[in-house]
């Protein structure tokens, strides 16, 4: 039986009285505080708060719309009820703006950073991104992480002026690495952001080290965790792969998707309310840990699953790589980098004063910015149009196999 657990009497009665008095939360973020590379840009209005612009920018940005067709988990379905990274990026959203609005934090900047998190992310979910990281590493010995991609995305390639405190967010999501208590670090300016992101293109190993500088960053970063706990199972199931929910551990957060939701959220406020850190109690934590363990084992293991991204999507990602460099070390305008990517960055770098020329950026980073930006279906159709007669190709599940 589905256990949803509630918020102690003491605590509904805190928040209650806390709204009633108009008190101000000291450790939220504060709009006036925001830091922006041009601070004479964007300035906050009464109708365009300072993370609302944020918002707006990200929502707006190209790479924005891709969300829709880029895969979550499940990559090789044709099934129009699994999630696809629109839908989590939506999921994460509610879910931390939900706990942000609790704990009177400024959930604007928890809405910016939810909504960017994942904009760099690649086709074909966390096996896409091992294998173009895998390729851009052996020829420049650079690392590719999705979640560093997403700054450079906003920050790079489309230098809209994102504020540096949603930026922070997005890097430090790393949805991979879960903690009992989260604790903001200091973060002044961008020469030291900028610092921290050319690090994880260096050494993978510092995207772990990684802390968000408010507590909204901290908030956004276990609601990611929370966001596809339990809808990967859903889907899972929905596709046949579980049966039901009987394997996994109920312990204190449950097991389906809503009961997961709620109970985490519950307990996060409940041990965070009022406090300049976010906490949930160990009993909650350590199911937590082993609810990811399972999806590892039950789900994200699944040898079939993944044999299909190495049979397949691997050997295309190579090919497609390799034939992109040829084109841009060889500056070939005429090929599908300079005219489907080149330009739409060109073309929306809206702020891009006194920047270098994009066509000049480094041959790899250019095919990776590309390859990176690509839907699932684009990257599909893509490879079938250039190499029509190639034996690789993705084999679909549809609604009917």
């Known amino acids: 039986m589905a256990n949803y657990h509630k918020l102690s009497p003491e605590i509904q009665e805190r928040i209650t009285e806390d709204r009633k008095n108009n008190r101000i939360n000291p450790y939220a973020f504060r709009d006036e505080d925001v830091i922006r590379r041009n601070p004479e840009r964007d300035k906050a209005n009464l109708w365009r708060p300072s993370f609302v612009r944020d918002i707006e920018k990200i929502m707006n940005v190209p790479y924005y719309n891709r969300y829709a067709d880029k895969t979550q988990v499940f990559s090789f379905y044709k099934n129009d009820d699994i999630s696809r990274r629109s839908y989590h990026v939506q999921l994460v959203s509610r879910i931390a703006r939900n706990i942000g609005k609790a704990l009177n934090l400024n959930i604007d900047l928890i809405e910016a950073i939810s909504l960017g998190h994942d904009i760099g992310h690649t086709p074909f979910g966390h096996e896409g991104e091992r294998q173009l990281s895998e390729i851009y590493h052996a020829e420049t010995g650079r690392y590719f992480n999705h979640n560093v991609h997403s700054v450079r995305v906003l920050d790079q390639m489309t230098h809209w002026n994102i504020s540096l405190q949603t930026l922070d967010g997005i890097i430090c999501h790393n949805g991979e690495m879960e ?30 080290k990684l802390v968000p500088c408010t507590l909204e ?33 109920t312990g204190s957060i449950g ?58 999507v691997k050997p295309m990602m190579e090919r497609l790589y390799y034939t992109f460099l040829k084109d841009a070390k060889e500056h070939n305008t005429d090929s599908y980098l300079y005219k489907h990517h080149v330009k739409l960055v060109k073309d929306n770098d809206r702020y891009g004063i006194n920047v270098p020329d994009y066509e ?7 095919v990776v910015d590309y390859i990176a930006s690509m839907t699932d279906d684009y990257f599909v159709d893509l490879y079938n149009h250039i190499f029509p007669d190639d034996k690789d190709r993705i084999k679909y599940i549809g609604y009917f196999d």
């Open 179 to 208: 903690q009992q208590e989260y604790r903001p670090s200091r973060l002044n300016s961008f020469e030291e952001f900028d610092k921290r992101v050319e690090s994880c293109f260096v050494d993978q190993s510092n995207i772990k």
């Open 217 to 249: 960053g901290c908030v956004m970063r276990i609601c990611d965790i929370i966001a596809y706990l339990g809808k990967d199972r859903q889907d899972a199931m929905k596709l046949g792969i579980l049966s039901n929910n009987d394997t996994f551990t």
């Open 360 to 366: 000049k950026t480094e041959p790899n980073q250019l």
């Open 255 to 312: 097991t389906s998707n809503s009961e997961i939701i709620n109970n985490l959220v519950v307990n996060i406020i409940e041990n965070s309310y009022g406090k300049p850190y976010l906490s949930m109690d160990e009993e909650h934590f350590d199911t937590l840990v082993k609810a990811k363990k399972e999806n590892g084992m039950q789900i994200y293991g699944n040898a079939d699953i993944n044999n299909m991204y190495k049979e397949s």
